[in-house]
């Protein structure tokens, strides 16, 4: 009998998020569900001593598997059978899956399976199927098996299977550049072999090309550890990240491309809608969340509900808790390979949260420039990237170019005006972000672009009983809800809680009329885990949820309707409509 599962990288983590309740079960880097119970001694965060495993090889099991290479993406099916004695497994023996090109140490695997996972298992033989990344390594699968002493010895070993391409480009993604005309095509491959983005107006008819800049980081440019640290499960070689900006396109136009070279390969053939001009009285829409990462049911199913509707979707604005790799480099490629299918056709636009940037050490090394960032003493702004500090994001992205990179940025399409901030920097009055903020929402033009949308990772405005985090808010409201009040800010979306949470019209904590003051709306609720806290009983909270979804906002020069969906039946949870 086979055992079907997803080869997921077991980089991830029992503590994904400061608010998260996620349940029973996860999914590892390469697709293997894993029950809580059965991590509490083969865990990416807290891997076995190597004192536990016995080195010498009893070559007693045989390994074989299904395919000899793969592409990004393919199921493998392993299988073992005992050549003597079957009654010699054991409940506790598990197979490890090795990249030796990023580590072959025993206890560098970077996803295990118990060997119970397949229904055959006490016969002494039995299979597992797992999806395979292409992190720029071959794969070797290994048996362990359980000796007197609970300790592992390895009892077999698999041939490697190798990546068909080990050049092939990987995780495509656009966003918008510095105007209307510009679209930006990122992608990640192992070689920096010159490579370009073909590009034209039919699939078969890409008849412009244009050469990308590749840039990459090592560990000495990372902040501190564990992110530092080099081996499974902290830095591996990252690849090389390319990077093309298209220009002079003509606008609200289908675009088709591909990326890659002749020698390395080339993706599949994507399509893109350029932007249109700002202020066009076409529909916007956006779909908005936070708080992904890549566990399952939840960021899964985020990702597979936009993507049902994609060609109804705008662009994506993620505001912050992208990845959740905190210091375990091989989760962004899994993140990448989660989001291609999405992020290459729509423009993916982002912004950082506390667990891209947040840091204690490594001042030099931060890619804002702004040494250690921001630690007010009413804030909890911590260690959240495990040594991280952003340096991942801005070689993975690049926004316009009117702020400061990936921590701030605006851009306007069709009738809206969108700004994304850093809540992980100083925006006190007086501060670099302050300024720039309070100039571009002075430079606004209502009548091209009516609506003004704030983004950022922590929210100005929730009502969740997390003290800390609540302390915050009131920071936040003391800090610059003047300013967002006084230029008449339309929407704020927030995410940090994993939960979902609508105000009313709001300012200095009282409602106000419509039209009045910025609604504010916690939209952490996309992949991370749920929260489950309480609420404080405050007279500004119109409706909260904590249930998995995302959320769609739809604006015109008249009317901008905002809607919360949950991604278990598409049901609308919550909506509300703002009217110029």
């Known amino acids: 009998m086979r055992c079907i599962c997803f080869l997921v990288l077991l980089l991830a983590s029992a503590t994904l998020a400061r608010h998260s309740s996620e349940g029973e079960w996860r999914r590892g880097l390469l697709g293997i569900m894993h029950h809580r119970d059965d991590e509490i001694t083969i865990d990416a965060r807290e891997r076995p001593d190597p004192s536990s495993f016995s080195f010498r090889s009893n070559a007693n099991v045989k390994l074989s598997t299904s395919i000899s290479q793969f592409r990004d993406g393919t199921d493998v099916t ?257 993140f990448g390979y989660l989001l291609q299918n999405l992020a290459s056709r729509v423009p993916y636009m982002i912004n950082i949260g506390n667990h891209e940037y947040d840091h204690l050490y490594g001042a030099e090394n931060d890619p804002s420039g702004v040494g250690l960032g921001f630690h007010p003493s009413w804030g909890n702004f911590e260690d959240d990237s495990r040594g991280e500090c952003g340096v991942p994001v801005v070689h993975r992205w690049t926004m316009p170019e009117n702020g400061k990179g990936v921590f701030w940025f605006s851009f306007e399409i069709g009738s809206v005006h969108l700004i994304m901030m850093s809540t992980e920097h100083d925006f006190t009055k007086g501060s670099e972000q302050y300024q720039w903020l309070e100039k571009d929402l002075q430079s606004v033009n209502r009548v091209r672009t009516p609506w003004v949308v704030l983004g950022g990772h922590r929210p100005m405005y929730c009502s969740e009983k997390y003290m800390d985090d609540y302390n915050v808010t009131l920071g936040m409201q003391a800090a610059f809800e003047d300013l967002i009040y006084e230029n008449k800010v339309d929407l704020a979306i927030w995410g ?29 609720m996309a992949g991370a885990g749920l929260d489950n806290a309480q609420y404080f009983d405050v007279p500004w909270s119109v409706f909260h949820d904590q249930k998995f979804g995302h959320s769609m906002i739809s604006a015109n020069h008249t009317h901008l309707v905002f809607e919360y969906i949950h991604n278990r039946d598409l049901q609308v949870a919550d909506s509300f409509t703002l009217t110029r």
């Open 78 to 334: 392993v299988s073992w059978s005992f050549q003597s004695d079957p009654k010699g497994v054991n409940a506790r023996d598990w197979i490890g899956v090795y990249a030796p090109k990023h580590g072959d140490g025993m206890n560098q695997y970077v996803e295990y399976v118990w060997v119970t996972k397949s229904p055959s298992w006490q016969s002494g033989s039995g299979n597992v199927t797992f999806t395979l990344l292409n992190i720029r390594s071959h794969y070797v699968f290994r048996y362990f098996a359980t000796l007197a002493d609970q300790s592992w010895s390895l009892a077999g070993s698999s041939d490697e299977v190798a990546p068909s391409n080990p050049d092939e480009p990987l995780g495509a993604h656009i966003a918008y550049g510095n105007d209307f005309a510009q679209m930006r095509v990122m992608w990640v491959s192992a070689s920096s072999r010159p490579s370009f983005v073909q590009f034209g107006r039919a699939p078969g008819r890409l008849d412009r090309a244009v050469s990308s800049q590749w840039k990459t980081y090592s560990a000495d440019m990372l902040c501190g550890a564990p992110a530092n640290r080099t081996g499974i499960p902290h830095f591996v070689d990252p690849g090389f990240m390319h990077e093309v900006l298209i220009k002079d396109l003509h606008p609200s136009t289908q675009y088709y491309y591909r990326v890659g070279n002749d020698v390395g390969g080339w993706s599949s053939v994507f399509r893109f809608v350029s932007a249109s001009v700002p202020g066009d009285s076409q529909l916007v829409r956006i779909a908005a969340f936070g708080d992904m990462g890549e566990s399952e049911p939840g960021s899964k199913h985020t990702v597979e509900r936009l993507i049902e509707k994609i060609n109804d979707i705008t662009y994506v604005a993620h505001i912050g808790d992208l990845s959740y790799a905190m210091g375990e480099s091989l989760y962004w490629d899994k």
């Open 496 to 524: 940090h809680y994993h939960s979902y949470e609508r105000t009313c019209p709001v300012y200095k904590q009282a409602c106000a009329k419509e039209g009045k003051a910025p609604v504010h709306v916690v939209i952490g």
